[in-house]
């Protein structure tokens, strides 16, 4: 599992990858509305970037897990996995104003990231630029090296996390 967690009974694990997929890009649908203006980055880095989507968005897993077979705390899970996302984002660099992701919204504007930045930027397009020149940015060597770092950095974590599983700590195979 890419985020090193454990994975549910074999009931689940249809339901639990697309819950750990979804709620890691979950934050990033904010380009979907702006296609309807041509303008994929109108309302990225809005709203959805903030702690209290994390929180909605484990609410509604919540209540979804009533109907769907997905384990206890899935709510927990997916809330804690949305924001990490925003940790990655406020951990990466930016080079269009606002700077950085509003994570206090609605209760401040201000948009905040890490003083020292970890990650690459990616590229996406400026604001007002259509889709076309923000698919060409999307699928650019830029963006595949940036992808290249971030695995670079948190692959040795996610081994780090399987060896202390296997061999550090086995009774945490549950679900294996
Ligand atoms: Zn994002």
Do not use: K
Not at 67 to 85: E, K, M, T, V, W
Not at 109 to 121: A, D, G, K, Q, R
Request: glycine share 10%.
């Amino acid at each position: 599992m890419v985020t090193g967690l454990a994975r549910p009974a074999n009931r689940c694990s249809r339901w639990w990858l697309l819950l750990v997929v979804l709620a890691g890009c979950a934050a990033d649908l904010d380009f979907l509305p702006g296609l309807l203006f041509n303008d994929p980055n109108r309302f990225h880095h809005g709203p959805s970037h903030s702690l209290l989507a994390a929180v909605l968005f484990g609410a509604g897993v919540s209540a979804l897990g009533q109907a769907l077979p997905l384990p206890r705390g899935s709510g927990r899970l997916a809330a804690l996995i949305y924001a990490s996302h925003l940790l990655g984002d406020w951990l990466a660099a930016d080079d269009g104003a606002p700077f950085g992701i509003p994570l206090l919204w609605p209760f401040s504007m201000e948009y905040f990231i890490s003083p020292v930045t970890v990650f690459s930027n990616f590229h996406h397009g400026t604001a007002g630029a259509g889709l076309t020149a923000v698919l060409a940015n999307i699928f650019s060597m830029h963006n595949l090296a940036a992808v290249a770092l971030e695995v670079a950095l948190l692959l040795p974590l996610l081994v780090l996390v399987q060896w202390w599983r296997a061999f550090v700590n086995p009774s945490d195979r549950r679900g294996r």
